[in-house]
């Protein structure tokens, strides 16, 4: 059954993970629209809604020639974006796949960007040098079981006065059954260490399937994430929750400007996404 949740070692789902997003990669090279980043001005949508926050908090209101690493980067459209904003960027993926896209991608963008393969939760002891940025948007941190480990990196990436950025999936909205036609909770809000189980050969964006079709994700509530960061010794700047959502989480959502959203009756009814900003002092 999907969503069930299983115990299971943090190695075995890291590689049942690991080889799902390396199966996604000719998929989403495909459904990404690459061609576009031909265009030397063309920012990715979740860039254009990220970075006017981020830039807010900021110490120039800019990340103009901010060392920025982007964690959990995949084939790194929204890192050429950072970059193309002025950042010298790093993307840090654990699919040596998509990395190689992500590469490929910026040679032919023009855009200046180091790669790194690395586990997210190791990245501190992969990735060279420390940072002013660490970004991370949409799509992330189900995939890690352990938040303190993960918050551990963030601090240990940035410098002094460094910035730490996430917007992503809110765990309430993650908690329903994406098939009721009604706002139904399904799901576990809060996670007890187990791992939910998914069984799904398709992927969130584009046409064709997976070889690799057994996923593991953790549930995280907001007390978890915004906790971890600040055991691990961030100071929060600024929080928020969002109304859309840059991917379709259920058939029943309806586009709008980039991305998607609750139909209108139901749109104040539940956040889609949480916004944190956060400091290293």
Known sequence: MDGQNVE???DAA???NRENWDDRVPLHEAAYGL???DDPSHISDVVIDDLPVLDRFLPDGSIQGLDLCHLQCHIGTDTISLARSGAVVTGVDFSAPALQTAAALAERSRASATWVESDVLDARAVVDGDFDVVYTSIGTICWLADLDRWAEQIFGLLRPGGT???RDAHPAMLALDEDAPTLTARY?????GRAQQWNDDSTYVGNG????ARTYEWPHPLSEIIGSLLRAGLRLIHFDEGRTLPWQFSSRMVEV????AWPQAERD???CTYTIVARKD
Not at 209 to 212: D, G, K, S
């Open 8 to 10: 299971i070692d943090w």
């Open 14 to 16: 890291r590689q049942a």
């Open 35 to 37: 061609e576009a980043y």
């Open 164 to 166: 730490f950025y996430i």
């Open 188 to 192: 576990p809000y809060f996670g007890d």
């Open 209 to 212: 399937t997976v070889a690799h």
């Open 257 to 260: 400007p980039r991305g998607y």
């Open 269 to 271: 009814l539940i956040p």
